[in-house]
């Protein structure tokens, strides 16, 4: 299933989109739009919940960057950006530590379609069934990554799973203010572009560091593809294309920077001391 | 994968596998001995004996076997919960063999009675159970599930069936006691299995013991 033949399909980019989906899982239509709606509430109310929160998580690696981002007035970010940042990070650490989140695709990068949803509905007074029906053109980006190539960090690195939620989050703010698919096409091969090669490092295998910042950024590269894209520039290079070139580049990297939590950043000297010290206090509370 | 596992599932952090696959497990063995058990051994292997602490899986079994759903926010204070409710609990890690890296062995006691099952967290939540007590199977819990101990005579399992009454997606028997003559059914359905079909299948006179775990509803 490639994303041309759900956009050539001659009706609303959504319907098709539950269309095909029903036509596989024998879920029907309204069924799955009342699904994706609780999936959207959820998000909507985590994002309202976790807001700029200071979180305990799992190891400690992060838990503050949230909070210091939501008292910090903007320099060089437009409010929208700031707002989106600040949920991104929110909910990454909320993942972090045990929190309810959606995964979207996965829960290393949960925070950032959510970003973008939290800020269109705050600030741009976006109404619930236009935003859903974005959030609907979003899944049907990331389903196209998922049937062509992987969201798992672990196959495909974190171009896999945080190049796609930046590819869903700048495709569902372009069909939201142009309601063109060839737009949202457009700026989610710019964003996917634009993630490509990156590795999955986390720390001790931890989802804390870098996962809990690259969703910060991430959400910033679906903002400026989507810009671009309403602006009217297009990928030279067509979706699914980069679909397929990610996929390519996923599998010739080495497992070490696959999840294993043992090469890339993982195997820096300051990574490898902070897991040591971790896991010392782990030991010595176990005693206890 | 469908469209919904790509967006959701809804759950607690911080991995799909490690997290939502292992509470999975826990709650269908929660489910299995028809309530909380009064004492419960996780016995962990390969990656979550590596790196499960860290990443809550003893949290999330501990929710689990209590019940709890994968969305549940209490999950992160399930050690404490545990320990409010007198639940007796241990951990320990071993290498089960040739399984899954993921694999946990859950023993659980309740009124006396002990059960083991196995089972697999094998990725974005997804789990597989592949034993339960000595019978081996491969169960992914997205169908109603119907474990079943019959008297393995001619005729029983067939007799059973058809007072299922639903589509049936799957089927397994296998003989586990050939001197006691006790085989084991599993049959998976779609559709749940009403609870008028499920007496009567507790009552036939070839059913010896019979488990009826629902799939979650939230779980489409
Ligand atoms: S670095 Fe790996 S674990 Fe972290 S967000 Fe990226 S893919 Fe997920």
Redesign the interface.
């Known amino acids: 299933m490639k994303f041309k033949e759900i956009l050539s399909a001659g009706v609303p980019l959504p319907e098709e ?2 269309r095909r ?1 029903m036509a ?2 024998g ?1 029907p239509v309204e ?2 739009r009342r ?2 709606q ?2 959207m509430e ?1 998000m909507l109310e985590e994002a309202e919940k976790q807001y700029g929160k200071r979180q305990k998580t ?2 400690g690696f992060t838990g503050d960057n949230g909070s210091k981002m939501a008292s910090h007035d903007a320099v060089m970010l437009s409010e929208f950006s700031h707002m989106a940042t600040v949920v991104a990070l929110s909910l990454a650490e ?15 990068a ?1 925070g950032v ?1 959510p970003g973008v949803m939290y800020a269109l509905k705050k600030l741009k007074g976006a109404q619930y069934d236009e935003l859903l029906n974005s ?1 609907i053109v ?3 980006i ?2 196209c990554i ?2 062509n190539a992987t ?2 960090g ?1 196959e495909g690195g974190c171009q896999a799973e945080m190049g796609t939620a930046a590819a869903m989050a700048s495709a569902l703010l372009t069909y939201y203010f142009t309601e063109s698919g060839e737009k949202a096409a457009n700026a989610a091969a710019i964003a996917l572009k634009s993630m490509l090669g990156l590795v999955c490092d986390p720390v ?5 560091v870098p996962c809990v910042k690259r969703n910060g950024i991430a959400v910033n590269i679906a903002i400026s593809a989507a810009e671009m894209a309403l602006a009217g520039i297009e990928s030279v290079i067509p979706f699914d294309e980069v679909v397929e070139a990610m996929h390519r580049v996923g599998k010739s990297l080495p497992e070490s920077l696959r999840e294993t939590g043992l090469g890339g950043l993982a195997a820096t000297p300051t990574a490898r001391k902070i897991v040591k010290d ?1 896991k010392l206090r ?1 030991h010595s509370a176990e005693k206890q | ?16 596998s490690h ?1 939502l696959g292992a509470l999975r497990i826990a709650r269908f063995v929660y489910k299995f001995v028809g309530g909380m058990p009064d004492r419960v051994e996780f016995v962990l292997h390969g990656s979550f004996a590596d ?1 499960g ?4 899986t003893d ?1 999330a079994l501990l929710a689990g076997i209590m019940g709890m759903h994968a ?1 549940d ?1 209490r ?2 204070d399930a050690l404490r919960i545990a320990n409010e409710k007198r639940l007796d609990y241990s951990f320990s890690v071993e290498d089960l063999g040739d399984v899954h890296p993921n694999t946990i062995l859950v023993r659980a006691n309740k009124n006396g009675k002990m059960t083991e099952i196995r089972g697999s967290s094998v ?3 997804e789990i597989e159970i592949n034993r339960i007590n000595d019978c081996e199977c491969s169960l992914s819990w997205e169908f109603h599930t119907l474990v079943l101990v019959i008297k393995d005579v001619p005729g029983a399992m067939g007799q059973i069936l058809g007072d299922v009454r639903v589509n049936i997606s799957n089927l397994y028997l296998k003989r586990i006691d050939a001197l006691r003559k006790i085989a084991v059914g599993i049959v998976e359905t779609d559709e749940e299995i009403s609870e008028d079909c499920l007496r009567e299948i507790e009552n036939s006179r070839f059913v010896e013991e019979m488990y009826y775990i629902g799939r979650d509803a939230d779980e ?1």
């Open positions: 989109i539950l989906e596989e899982s879920v069924l799955l699904e994706m609780k999936l959820v799992l190891a909320s993942n972090a530590a045990m929190g309810r989140v959606v995964a979207c695709p996965t829960g290393g949960c379609v959030f979003a899944g049907g990331g389903w998922e049937k969201i798992a672990a001790g295998g931890y989802v804390e971790l782990q | 994968m469908s469209l919904l596992d790509v967006v959701g599932p809804v759950m607690v952090g911080p991995s799909s997290t790196t602490f860290g990443h809550g949290k969305d926010e999950i992160r990725g974005g939540g489409i």
